[in-house]
C-alpha cells in the first residue's frame, strides 16, 4: 500500500537517511524503532508528505504525491493520512467535537456529515461526555483519544504516529496502545508509528529497527 523506494534526505551536511526501502501493507501495525538521532521521524514525515525527500521514491497505492502540484498534494494528505503526535496537537480555543471535525471541514465535507461522524469516533473512542470539552479540560489520555479520532475523521488509508504514547502515564499508554489493535479489527486500520516503548512494539506486527539513517533489519 505505501512504499519508499531509495529515500534520502540531508539537512546541511548531516545525511539523516541513506536510502530507505521500505513496505506497509493493508491493514499492518509497523513500529519503527532506534535510538535518537536515527532518522526515524524525518521518514515518517516524508512518509506523510510533510517533508521532500532529496532523492528517492514514496509511492502511495501506486500514485506518486509529490509527484502533484502543492495544493493537490496537501488534499491527498487530509484525505489519505491521519497524524497523531507526541503532544498531541490540539487547538486550545475548539472543543472536542471541533477539533476532531477540522480535517473533514478543510476537506470540504458538509458540515452536518461531520459532525454526525465525529460524534460517532468520539462516542467510540469512549468520550461521549467530553465532547464540549476543550483540551485545557481534558486529561493527557482524553487529549491523545480525541487526537486520534481526529486522524480517523476522513477515513485515511493509514494512520502515522510519532511518539504517541511518549506523554502518558503506564495507564493511558497500554488504553492507547490496545485502542490502535482496536482499531484494526473494527476499522482495519493501518498504523506506522515512531516509538520508544518496548512494550507497544512488541505488540506490533512487524518492527523496523533503523540507526544512523538505514534500516537494519
Not at 493511558?172 to 485502542?179: D, G, S
Amino acid at each position: 500500500m505505501l512504499e519508499t523506494k531509495g529515500i534520502t534526505k540531508n539537512f546541511a551536511s548531516l545525511q539523516v537517511l541513506k536510502g530507505i526501502d521500505l513496505s506497509i501493507n493493508e491493514k499492518e501495525i509497523v513500529a519503527i524503532v532506534g535510538p535518537s538521532g536515527a532518522g526515524k521521524t524525518t521518514l515518517l514525515q516524508i512518509m506523510g508528505t510533510l517533508d521532500r525527500p532529496d532523492s528517492g521514491t514514496l509511492l502511495f497505492k501506486g500514485i506518486e504525491p509529490f509527484g502533484l502540484p502543492e495544493r493537490e498534494c496537501a488534499a491527498f494528505r487530509n484525505r489519505h493520512i491521519g497524524f497523531v503526535f507526541q503532544f498531541h496537537q490540539l487547538l486550545p480555543e475548539f472543543t472536542a467535537l471541533e477539533n476532531v471535525m477540522i480535517p473533514a471541514l478543510i476537506a470540504r465535507r458538509k458540515y452536518e456529515e461531520v459532525e454526525r461522524k465525529a460524534k460517532e469516533l468520539l462516542d467510540f473512542l469512549r468520550l461521549t461526555e467530553r465532547v464540549k470539552h476543550k483540551p485545557s479540560e481534558l486529561s493527557g489520555g482524553e487529549k491523545q483519544r480525541v487526537a486520534v479520532a481526529r486522524a480517523l475523521i476522513n477515513n485515511p488509508s493509514v494512520i502515522l504516529a510519532d511518539e504517541p504514547s511518549g506523554s502518558l502515564d503506564t495507564k493511558n499508554k497500554e488504553e492507547l496502545h490496545a485502542l490502535f489493535f482496536d482499531l484494526r479489527k473494527e476499522m482495519g486500520q493501518t498504523f506506522v508509528i515512531v516509538t520508544h516503548d518496548e512494550q507497544l512494539a512488541t505488540l506490533a506486527d512487524r518492527i523496523i529497527h533503523m540507526k544512523d539513517g538505514m534500516i537494519t533489519n
